[in-house]
């Protein structure tokens, strides 16, 4: 789908300048497509980054490796170039997930954007511990977009749209402002939001039914979700909340694979359940498990953040 200008009104934008880490991979070429969707739709200034990996005892990288990589460079931001979006590239050397997020500090970046292949085992392409220690450390949101095997395999992607946002939320601070930021991404390309959260399995009874505390608990996020649903339906953006029971990845896992999610953005320092949702092995089932990208980050910044927050209790 052709990225269209986002409609801001009077509101500052939510996105103005990314950065772009690629190791030249098909999942970083399929990611590629993201930037340049959001890029057009922002007119957001991009910096495409490429780290040369040097790891202490590593092979030192030859003057012909930085030739063929800045050469790669120009090409991808010769492909990102478009009116009114300003692209540069850079070119470091050291340890992927310190040099990503010093440059962007460095440029300020509000958004930065990762490839994966959602596997381990593949090198350059920021993985694993690589990928978590980018989410721990970076001074602004990170959306990681997996290519599915089938699709590499094909060496095609499923077209870009964001029509559908699934924000899971536990009502933490941290909850409350990604949802924030996931309400302002959906209003600003007119896609809608569900709103879901997950009660773990110590909610049930010993027989995994609700017990009468349980539906207690049940009723009061239900009402709890009805508020923000309906502040979010004032500010003209469609919502459906959702609850669901089990473990927290595998049912927001469960969730997008059923439904068709486009984007799913969440904070990284909830409450149990949803505390840390990009670490250890919930962060092996969303972010590469996940047929669609997810935008994580324990810092969200957008004007107004917390009045859901003030608003839900």
Excluded at 226 to 245: L, T
Aim: net charge neutral; hydrophobic share 45%; proline share 4%.
């Amino acid at each position: 789908m052709e990225a269209k200008r986002v409609t801001m009104g009077n509101e500052p934008a939510l996105i103005t300048r990314i950065l772009f880490a690629t190791d030249f991979s098909a999942c970083a070429r399929h990611a590629e497509q993201y930037v340049a969707f959001l890029a057009a739709a922002y007119r957001a200034a991009v910096t495409v980054l490429h780290v040369l990996e040097i790891y202490e005892g590593a092979y030192v990288t030859t003057v012909q490796d930085q030739h063929e990589s800045g050469s790669r460079l120009d090409d991808v931001a010769g492909r990102l170039r478009q009116p009114a979006v300003p692209v540069t590239h850079q070119q470091r050397a050291g340890i992927p997930d310190a040099i990503i997020c010093d440059v962007a500090e460095d440029t300020r970046a509000d958004l930065i954007v990762l490839g994966t292949h959602g596997r381990t085992g593949l090198r350059h392409i920021l993985l694993g511990s690589t990928a978590e220690r980018v989410l721990t450390m970076a001074p602004c949101p990170v959306l990681t977009v997996r290519l599915p095997e089938e699709a590499e395999r094909q060496g095609a992607g499923r077209p870009i749209r964001l029509m559908h946002v699934a924000v899971p939320i536990d009502f933490s601070d941290c909850s409350m402002e990604a949802l924030e930021y996931g309400v302002r991404i959906a209003k600003d390309g007119g896609a809608s939001v569900t709103l879901l959260h997950i009660l773990e399995p110590l909610s049930y009874g010993i027989d995994l039914t609700f017990g009468h505390a349980a539906e207690q608990n049940r009723q009061q996020i239900a009402a709890q979700l009805k508020q923000a649903a309906d502040e979010i339906e004032a500010r003209g953006v469609s919502v459906r909340p959702v609850i669901r029971g089990g473990v927290p990845a595998d049912s927001i896992l469960d969730y997008i694979h059923s439904s068709d999610c486009d984007l799913v953005v969440m904070g990284t320092q909830g409450r149990r359940g949803i505390a840390h949702v990009v670490k250890g092995s919930v962060a092996e089932a969303v972010l590469r498990r996940a047929p669609c990208p997810v935008l994580a980050g324990k810092h969200f910044t957008v004007a107004g953040t917390g009045r859901l927050a003030a608003r839900v209790s």
